[in-house]
Nanobody, 116 residues
């Protein structure tokens, strides 16, 4: 089992920045890819960014150039640096870890609210 705990969400003005963190614990040796997803009110959960164990990254088109995902394996932590935030970024942000046997684990989420 893997446990994920997110932090760093909050209220920010449009144009501002936030950094989300996600710390993994438990069977961390089984983790491969990690990522961030988000779910806005009334919408489906969507991929924001992913990072492989080797450090390769991928982003949703809507956040490219504004968000940066990074991973510090020594601290079992993945970060999401979010810049130039706008109201469309308002959502609950969830950390995800993909592990052996195609298992996926989720954190409980952290709320990001961008005020215009």
């Amino acid at each position: 089992q893997v446990q994920l705990v997110e932090s760093g969400g909050g209220l920010v003005q449009a144009g501002g920045s936030l950094r989300l963190s996600c710390v993994a614990s438990g069977s961390i040796e089984s983790i491969n890819d990690m990522g961030w997803y988000r779910q806005a009110p009334g919408k489906q959960r969507e991929l924001v960014a992913t990072v492989t164990a080797g450090g390769s990254t991928d982003y949703a088109d809507s956040v490219k150039g504004r968000f940066t995902i990074s991973r510090l394996n020594a601290k079992n932590t993945v970060y999401l640096q979010m810049n130039s935030l706008n109201s469309e970024d308002t959502a609950v942000y969830y950390c995800n870890a993909g592990a052996y046997y195609n298992k996926h684990y989720w954190g409980k989420g952290t709320l990001v609210t961008v005020s215009s």
